[in-house]
């Protein structure tokens, strides 16, 4: 539509009159933005027509990653990027007067995830599209995202996020595609000529209406599709009258209930076990999902049996895995399938990612709140279960305790990753070490009794939104060093290697990090009016707030390098900044007091005159996709310092990676496969392994209070903790930490780890000390990160899950 900088100035003032009435001049920053979206959202009409044109010609098995969870951020720049106008569009509206940084800023931050289950999901679709493969995300368009976080007085507080308060330009609306989805009443059983027949009666009706928002590929006219799907109500107020007087009233309980389902995204939080409103949402999306996919599959006029050929349904953790006896629902109630054949059907159609090993995060829902919510899905998952659990004990007929081990319904619950299991074809994790652990504990039965179905996929990130868009400058130095192959296949950073010890090159990644820093001090300075010194080593963790993360291992350690620079002032220090973003789950109280103490010692040490060139701490408030975007190009060094054997994969580990950033971390998720390229010389590893770290959960031979007790900077930092001093501001406003640690013996190992995390700390000054030495791990890390672009995890997921292969609709069409 403009492929030059004065027909994009042409386009766009004509926009700015034709829509908003207004020349340029008059026009604000909000409006540059929407003007700009509107042109980008019409100019790829005809390619995202055109790619689904493709896929229905040519037939494509087409791929639906289910997800309660979309962590999109801001679309504007990314869009440009991968339809190649960033530089037409940034020339053009700087000749108008703008800045496309500024105009970026407009756009709302799609938070529709917690964190990395979310991100995951999104780069996911980037890869899928860019590497032109028919994969679409089916979701919730929330009303609300995850909560905005404001700290006051030191505390998180929590904001509801109202994203679509402005238009949102990328959504399509569609309502004639809208499907009906049932929840609550009764079924009734009836026999039909020799066919046992299974009717609900009673039922509420909701509408789902999908959004769909375009996916554009990288360069190539692809775009795939997001189709988030919003709750409405079916009843029709003008009939009101007709109902009868209270009908009004009732018309309102329903409206309510009914905006409700897509109305906000649940918090990651074991707060929200049982909750029935979730429950609903996870029905509405499996249920609008599954209704939808099925009429595409419709039109090829195919017999069902077909479906797994066509058709590929993959659940982001266990989220969405009603879709299992929603899909039997349907070929069985709607389509007349036998048992049998429905579930050969379903088996071969699903596939599911697990992304956690913390017992409290895997899903259970009371039977009874199923039952009722979703009579006749429930009588499916019963059945399911009968038969799983009949066909175990004809296997192994001694063996009720496996039985019980594994039962899809146990003690009036349902076990969502066991139905998962038990319902797909293909159960993956997320790095190796992950995969291992599922195999030999979490899952070990099931990995017993279907070892086919495991497989390791480890995470990735998309190289263009991470590198590409968030460190322009760097991407250009690479592609002005190795040409630009890499941007299509990102293994091709490897040729950097070469330059690793060229002094020219070092100067210049070194020259880019600093005015990255440069870039986020100065957001810094404005948003909370600190000043960081950009010689400093910008130390950085920016994760969800969880115990097993280790935050606070964290900031004990930098209460004990103040103290150590309270005790020796004058003694040289290599000057560091540390900077924490994190939100922690509304009702997680642990937590929310973590943030509290990092927020009490960053104003004690940023005041304090003495240390003040030596260390300053900061905590940024509302970490988001588009603040991860500032803050990652500009780090040194990225903490990754989960407990071994806790963190599935991390993906944040791989973005500072691909920015240059060195990693301080345990050997845990995907840290491992870091270490297994990087080696020592490029990676400052510490603390227990995960075997060790099981032994102790296994056999005791821990006690917390004897490290406390035995050495002296733990025993100071932990009674800093709780007695007057320079971080207490009043009594017991830490107890809790201080009890989870001594009282409940530190179940993540912080002191465990403390004394080795220190001192490979303190190694780590000593390297900073050695710029060259410094860049030169620096750009092997650079090198080696292109193995964890999404491109590369997706290949895999294409090729060994969803048997699928890329789509050419230009050559095709
Ligand atoms: C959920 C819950 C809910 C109950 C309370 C505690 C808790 C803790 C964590 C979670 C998150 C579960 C799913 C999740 O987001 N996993 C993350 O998935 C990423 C993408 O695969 C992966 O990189 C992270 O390591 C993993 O934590």
Redesign the pocket.
Known sequence: MFNNKELFKIAFKEQLVSRLGKNIEEASAGDIYKILGALIRESIGREWAETNQAYKVQEEKQVYYFSM?FLIGRLLGNNLLNLGLLETARDGLLDLGWSLEEIEEQEPDAGLG???????AACFLDSLASLQYAGHGCGIRYKYGLFEQKIIDGHQVELPDNWLQKSNVWEERRADKRVEVRFWGQVEVREDNGRTVFDTVNYEKVWAVPHDVPVIGYEDPHVNTLRLWSAESSMDPSKMQIEGHNSYYRFLDYYRSVESISEFLYP??????GKLLRLKQQYFLCSAGLQSVLRTFDKLELPYSELPDKVAVHIN?THPTLVIPELMRILIDEKGYGWDDAWDITNRTVSY?N??L?S??LEKWPANMVRELLPRVYMIIEEINKRFCGMLLERFPDRQDLVSQVAIIESDQVKMAHLAIVGSYSVNG??GL?TELLKRNVMKPFYELFPERFNNKT?GITHRRWLMHANSELSHLISESIGTGWIKRPHQLLKLESFKDDSAFQEQIMSIKRSNKLRLAAYIAQKQGITIDPDSIFDVQVK?L?G?KRQLMNILHVMHLYNEIKDTPSADRVPRTFIFGAKA?PG?YLAKSIIKLINVVADVVNKDLQVNGKLKVLFLENYSVSLAEKIIPAANLSEQI?TAGK??????NMKFMLNGALTIGTLD??NVEMYEMLGDDNMFLFGLRSEEVLDYYRYGGYLARDVYGKDPRIKRVMDQLVSSGPFCCHEREFGLIYQSILDHNDEFFVLRDFNSYAETQAGIDQAYLDPQAWATKSIVNIAHAGHFSSDCTINRYASDIWDIRPVRPSINV
């Open positions: 969870e917690n964190g990395g289950l979310g991100r995951l990651d939080d074991s707060g929200y076990e953790d990612t992304h956690t913390l409290e995060a997320v790095a992950h995470n969800r969880h097993y789950a997680y989960s963190e599935a994969s991390g993906t944040g998720g995907a």
